[in-house]
């Protein structure tokens, strides 16, 4: 039923991203969406490993929103800095605590580090990310601990 589920999910976004309904580019897409499923179906019959998904939606969708803010004004402050004539770049790698309780939480956290224009999770260690800074500010310490208890807040309680 899940393969089913996959299968017409996957189905509908291609064939509303690829915006084309010829038969030959509908029968790629349906080889292409059951190579997919074929290849991951294999994959959990080989290790049975499963990331449990311990977020909460509502909070999780509030985030991304605000993630989608911060990506904006990051971009403008990025190209002001770019487009400056005395380009000022104060490059900078730091150290960057979590309070993550999941695997999939430190994920999202350092992706959307990434994610934001002028900053890298460049490394992972045990409680801390590495980053890279193109224009770095002490105001990027508190940014980015604000970032981190937006990410810890979309876990649920109890996640180990």
């Known amino acids: ?29 349906a080889a292409s969406i059951g190579l997919v499923l074929l290849i991951t179906h294999r994959m959990n019959t080989v290790d049975e490993d499963k990331v449990p998904i311990e977020l909460s939606p509502i909070k999780f969708l509030g985030y991304l929103i605000w993630l989608l803010v911060e990506i904006a004004k990051s971009n403008i402050a990025v190209t002001k800095t770019i487009l400056s004539p005395t380009m000022p770049i104060r490059q900078n790698l730091f150290e ?3 309070t993550q309780r999941t695997d999939l939480g430190q994920v999202i956290f350092a992706n959307s580090i990434t994610l934001t224009p002028g900053t890298v999770s460049v490394e992972t260690e045990t409680g801390h990310f590495l980053v890279h800074a193109v224009s770095y500010s002490a105001a990027d310490m508190d940014a980015l601990a604000n970032m981190d208890a937006r990410v810890s807040a979309t876990e649920l309680a109890g996640s180990s």
């Open 96 to 98: 960057v605590p979590y």
């Open 1 to 29: 039923m899940r393969l089913i589920v996959y299968a017409l999910l996957l189905g509908a976004l291609w064939l509303l991203w690829s915006g084309i309904y010829k038969p030959i580019i509908i029968s790629f897409g």
